[in-house]
């Protein structure tokens, strides 16, 4: 099981945590431990948190944060529970908190996961393999609309409606099984002069695994968490891949920092809503030309800090 260890702005997110040596640290998508392992070098008496449901990421991140021994906790977990988890370990406040959203390489590169278009496999796309939904269930049994719906939000698939309809027409003949089949399946929606943009199926297989792992859901529920979790000082570093998880990340800030729902008329505010803290990056932090040049997924990588008062 060999894990890419190439890290997504890691220079970057590195910079925007402003490590302290004594602090304490989570990362809520652990994946490989890229970043986890930046971060442990800099640690002397601090603590790290790793969190992943991935059973294979739990096993390599644990390989890879061996050597910093009692510094490091890893827990099989998503994200969405961190302050119930960090309870447990009798953990209040943390210093610092890095999310790298969306698939991980090795998820991508792991042919029997079937996160990719590019290997024939089961379609599956889980990232916690204990759950029951799995890609297979959606492009079986979603409705119609179901379908479109996310393939038109999730995916921003231009040919969405045609695609759905497809899926509906195909599986009523026999049940669709393998990434290969779907990817047929999707070709035929498109016309021809519109599939020379990269794969056509790269907007659907993203659509279908953001459901399966209710990404966006997630993430939305788990911001005003770990805000709160944050000591004063504390920073908040978001890489996302996508224009909807951006845009959640963009408006959980704004909202953390100007929390205030008084009518602008009014001369004072009287909802009692302080701010939590402000926003680090008024634009996102986008990945230099070095790291451009070496890893295409860091093309739609973007990241955003928050720092708590």
């Given at each position: 099981?060999?894990?890419?260890?190439?890290s997504?702005?890691?220079?970057e997110?590195?910079?925007?945590?402003?490590?302290?040596?004594?602090?304490?640290?989570?990362?809520?998508?652990?994946?490989?431990?890229?970043?986890?392992?930046?971060?442990?070098?800099?640690?002397?008496?601090?603590?790290?948190?790793?969190?992943?449901?991935?059973?294979?990421?739990?096993k390599?991140?644990?390989e890879?944060?061996?050597?910093?021994?009692?510094?490091?906790?890893?827990?099989?977990?998503?994200?969405?529970?961190?302050k119930?988890?960090?309870?447990?370990?009798?953990?209040?406040?943390?210093d610092?908190?890095?999310?790298?959203l969306?698939?991980?390489?090795?998820?991508?590169?792991?042919?029997?996961?079937?996160?990719?278009?590019?290997?024939?496999?089961?379609?599956?796309?889980?990232?916690?393999?204990?759950?029951?939904?799995?890609?297979?269930?959606?492009?079986?049994?979603?409705?119609?609309?179901?379908?479109?719906?996310?393939?038109?939000?999730y995916g921003?698939?231009?040919?969405?409606?045609?695609?759905?309809?497809?899926?509906?027409?195909?599986?009523?003949?026999?049940?669709?099984?393998?990434?290969?089949?779907?990817?047929?399946?999707?070709?035929?929606?498109?016309?021809?002069?519109m599939?020379q943009?990269?794969h056509p199926?790269?907007?659907?297989f993203?659509?279908?695994?953001?459901?399966?792992?209710?990404?966006?859901?997630?993430?939305r529920?788990?911001?005003?968490?770990?805000i709160?979790?944050?000591h004063?000082?504390?920073?908040?570093?978001?890489?996302?891949?996508?224009?909807?998880?951006?845009?959640?990340v963009?408006?959980?800030?704004?909202?953390?920092?100007?929390?205030?729902?008084?009518?602008?008329?009014?001369?004072?505010?009287?909802?009692?809503?302080v701010?939590?803290?402000?926003?680090?990056?008024?634009?996102p932090?986008?990945?230099?030309?070095?790291?451009?040049?070496?890893?295409?997924?860091?093309?739609?990588?973007?990241?955003?800090?928050f720092?708590?008062?």
């Amino acid at each position: 099981m060999e894990f890419n260890h190439y890290s997504v702005m890691l220079a970057e997110t590195i910079e925007q945590l402003n490590i302290k040596p004594g602090g304490i640290y989570v990362d809520g998508t652990l994946g490989g431990a890229g970043h986890a392992s930046e971060v442990c070098k800099r640690l002397v008496d601090g603590r790290f948190i790793g969190i992943d449901q991935d059973e294979d990421a739990i096993k390599a991140a644990g390989e890879r944060l061996a050597p910093f021994g009692n510094k490091v906790t890893i827990l099989r977990n998503n994200y969405c529970n961190m302050k119930a988890a960090l309870t447990e370990l009798g953990i209040e406040k943390v210093d610092g908190i890095v999310l790298d959203l969306g698939v991980s390489s090795y998820q991508l590169d792991t042919e029997d996961r079937g996160f990719s278009y590019r290997f024939d496999a089961p379609l599956d796309m889980r990232m916690d393999r204990r759950q029951t939904l799995t890609a297979r269930t959606i492009v079986n049994e979603y409705s119609e609309m179901e379908l479109f719906r996310i393939i038109r939000d999730y995916g921003e698939d231009q040919f969405a409606k045609n695609i759905a309809k497809h899926i509906v027409i195909e599986r009523a003949k026999k049940p669709i099984e393998t990434t290969f089949e779907l990817n047929e399946i999707i070709k035929a929606s498109i016309p021809a002069k519109m599939r020379q943009n990269g794969h056509p199926s790269k907007q659907t297989f993203q659509a279908i695994r953001i459901e399966c792992n209710r990404e966006l859901e997630v993430l939305r529920d788990s911001l005003e968490d770990m805000i709160e979790l944050l000591h004063p000082g504390g920073r908040l570093c978001i890489i996302t891949f996508h224009s909807l998880e951006d845009r959640i990340v963009k408006t959980a800030f704004r909202n953390a920092e100007h929390p205030c729902t008084c009518p602008p008329e009014f001369p004072v505010c009287v909802c009692g809503k302080v701010p939590k803290g402000r926003v680090v990056s008024r634009k996102p932090i986008l990945p230099g030309k070095e790291e451009l040049a070496v890893n295409s997924r860091s093309k739609s990588a973007k990241l955003r800090v928050f720092e708590k008062e």
